[in-house]
């Protein structure tokens, strides 16, 4: 089945830094979401970005679907950005298509 | 309107001991999803029920596991007897329509098995 990578897995900022997030996948995919769990535990989509580029406030995303991977960029990062963010696809697996999830990236960012 | 709620938020158990999850799906979302995160790892899907029927349940680990959804509306996640290994955080997300990108997820009950 697909494979989704996701680093780096850990990741500490400075408010006000900039960051980029990385998604690898292993095969060709309709559609790739990426979500942030905040610290309540709360899974929030954030994008629904098979290919192209998307913007919604300081967070961007890019995916390069012939290379296979994503990027979610985030721009002058608040202590809110705090959490995981996931990254999955829809992949076909047991007869039905799925959302096939990464490990996660933990990002902490400190004021 | 209410999103995915899901109780209790925490659940520590003993081994060998039963443990039943809750999911409220949104209202009128006829699809409803289980997945699980175990120690850090990826979150992982379980399984998918359309209204009161099982549409897809390989992911579900193994059969201390039982999913229900009588009425198609709220579900229920029993865990008969709990391991070790089942710790961690079981999400469910609800959808109107069976696309998986239209997926709206609950913030997930926490099991520490102990």
């Known amino acids: 089945g697909i494979q989704v990578e996701q680093s780096p897995p850990d990741l500490i900022l400075q408010e006000g830094a900039n960051s980029t997030l990385r998604c690898n996948f292993s095969?060709?995919?309709?559609?790739l979401q990426w979500f942030h769990q905040n610290p309540w535990g709360q899974l929030i989509n954030l994008f629904y970005?098979?290919?192209g580029t998307k913007q919604n406030g300081r967070l961007s995303a890019t995916t390069v679907a012939t290379e296979r991977y994503s990027l979610l960029y985030i721009s002058s990062s608040q202590t809110t950005d705090s959490g995981v963010y996931f990254c999955?696809?829809?992949?076909?697996?047991?007869?039905?298509?799925?959302?096939?999830f990464g490990a996660g990236t933990r990002l902490a960012v400190h004021p | 309107e209410a999103g995915v709620t899901q109780f209790p938020s925490h659940s520590v158990i003993e081994k060998g001991q039963t443990v039943t999850l809750r999911c409220d799906p949104i209202?009128?979302?006829?699809?409803l999803y289980w997945y699980r995160r175990v120690m850090g790892k990826e979150i992982k899907f379980l399984l998918h029920?359309?209204?009161?029927?099982?549409?897809?349940e390989s992911g579900m680990p193994n059969n201390r596991f039982l999913a229900e959804r009588t009425g198609g509306t709220y579900s229920t996640l029993k865990v008969q007897p709990a391991e070790l290994e089942d710790s961690g955080v079981y999400f469910c997300?609800?959808?109107?329509?069976?696309?998986?990108?239209?997926?709206?997820f609950g913030p997930g009950t926490r099991l520490t098995v102990t």
């Open positions: 997300a609800s959808s109107s329509r069976a696309f998986v990108y239209e997926q709206y």
């Open positions: 095969d060709s995919v309709n559609n």
């Open positions: 970005i098979p290919s």
């Open positions: 999955a696809v829809e992949g076909f697996s047991g007869g039905y298509n799925k959302l096939i």
């Open positions: 209202s009128g979302h006829d699809n």
């Open positions: 029920f359309v209204k009161e029927s099982k549409q897809d």
